[in-house]
C-alpha cells in the first residue's frame, strides 16, 4: 500500500493518478483519533506485559513507549487487516518482538545492573508477609526459567488476563497449540516451585 491508496480526489496525472501530497486530512484525523482510542485500551496491557517480560520499570516503560510508536507506524495497515479483530494481540506481538530484541542485544553486550553492588536489608514484622514474599519470589524465579514460549504464554494469560484465542494470535500459534503450551507451562512452573519450596 503506497500513498496513492490514500489520496484525495483532485488533479490526476496522465495514467489516472492522483497527484502526489494530496493525503486526506480527514482519514489522517479518523485514523488519529482510532490509535488514541487503541493507546487509552490497551496502555495498560502492553506496559505490564512489559514489565513481567523484563523485570523493572524503566525497561518496561522504554518498551511499551516503542511498541506503540511501532503500532502508529503500522496502524493503518493493521486496521486494515485485522477485520474487526482485536489489535490487542497486535499490540503484544510487537511488545514481545521489542522485548527479544533487547535481550539479544543485552546478550551481546552483557550489563551489572547497580541492583547488585548493593544489597538492602529489611526487617519484616509478620511471619505471614515473609512467607507471602518467598513464595511470591519463588514463583517469578520459577516464572524466569520457564522457556520463552511458555514464559510468554503465562504472562499473556495471568497478568494480562487474555483468553486463549488472545494468546494464540499473539503468539502465531493454534488455539489448540495454545492450550497445550500454558497447560505444560504451569506443569512445569508447579515443578519448579515444589523443587525450591
Not at 484525495?8 to 485514523?31: F, I, N, S, W, Y
Not at 518482538?97 to 547488585?116: G, V
Not at 499473556?156 to 500459534?173: C, H, Q, S, T, W
Amino acid at each position: 500500500m503506497d500513498w496513492r491508496d490514500h489520496a484525495t480526489e483532485g488533479p490526476r496525472d496522465h495514467e489516472g493518478r492522483v497527484a502526489a501530497g494530496r493525503l486526506r486530512c480527514v482519514d489522517k484525523a479518523q485514523l488519529d483519533a482510532k490509535f488514541s482510542e487503541l493507546y487509552r485500551a490497551h496502555l495498560r496491557d502492553v506496559y505490564s506485559y512489559a514489565y513481567y517480560r523484563v523485570g523493572n520499570h524503566h525497561d518496561a516503560e522504554d518498551l511499551t513507549e516503542q511498541t506503540f510508536l511501532q503500532a502508529y507506524r503500522h496502524f493503518e495497515r493493521a486496521l486494515a487487516e485485522s477485520a474487526g479483530r482485536p489489535l490487542r494481540p497486535w499490540l503484544i506481538r510487537i511488545a514481545h518482538n521489542l522485548a527479544a530484541n533487547l535481550y539479544r542485544d543485552r546478550s551481546r553486550k552483557p550489563q551489572t545492573p547497580i541492583d547488585d553492588t548493593t544489597t538492602l536489608s529489611a526487617t519484616h514484622t509478620t511471619e505471614d508477609l515473609v512467607e507471602g514474599r518467598d513464595e511470591l519470589a519463588r514463583i517469578l524465579e520459577g516464572v524466569k526459567q520457564l522457556p520463552d514460549d511458555r514464559r510468554e504464554a503465562l504472562i499473556m494469560r495471568f497478568a494480562l488476563g487474555m483468553d486463549n484465542r488472545e494468546i494464540a494470535r499473539a503468539m502465531g500459534r493454534t488455539d489448540g497449540a495454545t492450550k497445550v503450551l500454558i497447560h505444560r507451562a504451569i506443569k512445569q512452573l508447579e515443578g519448579i516451585v515444589a523443587v525450591e519450596a
